[in-house]
């Protein structure tokens, strides 16, 4: 589902004392052309959109809605594709056998999505890959336009507002109510125009190669898969010991099991804040947990003894099977660190940081676009050891790249991660060389 933010309120400012002032007229709303279409839900159905769409012109703009905050699981419950010439189709993919005729129809066209990384792997998980891609959200960025939510963008580029009612909607609702689905086909009712006009500002800004690289780095694109996924329980901060935290670890697995088994999200069953109190107050039985101040929530009684079960278990531990306080990474040490640790590398860290914004700025995107944090960490923590200004924009080039940098990243900071790296060296009360 396309991420759909509220637009900005420009600030106001006071009227000219001998003019009246004028209220600009709001921007119309985005309706569907062509009528909202029915929903296709059957094999027979699937092969004439499949038909339609192959027949069409141009990219495919392609939208899918899931039940996050629902649903377990991250499966697409509606697929909404627009062709010119082949209009809209809204495909409902949870009784199909197969999506393949509708992958053979779109074998080879450019997909237009926003957000993309939010619905390729939905998408790959029925069976729709695409070969070329323009991501509107993330060419927003590339643009520099402060707000790259769907409805800002539409409403910035194309002048026209859109429907927010539905976004958190539970799609895994059947049948899916009228509302809803005039809500889910606007969504790529103007992503077409949307791309063909940002398309243009790329050209224009000398920014379309960018673009045109970090779309085929998202070809590939695999969500993160995280390590101590639990550690991200919301509140788990206050945790005081090792066994608390071994305790919050085995409720949150169990909870997990159980949201999965029954394909709900986890927070319905039993809320992060309760896992919090019943590893902080650690009760022995059914009793003292549901006594627990605090502990609530719609699986609370009804898993009693298995949250029971979960606590015992971390009681029974050793100190050798509790996490750790900190969570192991593969990485630097956070840079707020380095400066007791490794002042050196606290001084690149800090020069590199200084110059990645700068040229953010000179740039007009997010630092972030410019360059992945992670990458400028793991970078001036250990850079490459020679100090040959050549050579050692070479290394910083191949390390760069092996890390996942894209060819405009690194020629654009390559320099400017040179010279930090090289002015860490001279000790701050040496002269820097001329």
Known sequence: MADREPAETEPTTEPSPDRDAVEAAPAPLLVLRDGLPEVVDTDEGLAEASAALAAGTGPVAIDAERASGYRYSNRAYLIQLRREGAGTWLVDPIEMTTLAPLQEALAGSEWILHAATQDLPCLREVGLTPTSLFDTELAGRLLGYPRVGLATLVE?????????????????????????????????????????????????????EWARQEFDHLLDFEPAVRVDAWRRTSGVHRLRGRRALGAARALWEARDAIAAERDVTPGRILPDSAIVVAATAMPTDRRALLATPGFHGRGAGRYSATWVEALQRVREMSEDELPARAPRGDGPPHPRTWGDREPVADRRFKAARESMLNLAEVHHLPVENLLTPDYLRRLMWAPPATRDPADLALAVREQLAAFGARPWQAELVTGALVGAILLADIEPDEPAPE
């Open 156 to 208: 910035t580029v194309l002048g026209q507002r859109m429907r927010k009612e539905h976004s958190a909607a539970d799609w895994s609702t059947r049948p899916l109510p009228t509302p809803w689905l005039e809500y889910a086909a606007l969504d790529v009712e103007v992503l077409i125009e949307l791309r063909d006009h940002i398309a243009a500002e790329l050209e224009e800004t000398g920014k379309a």
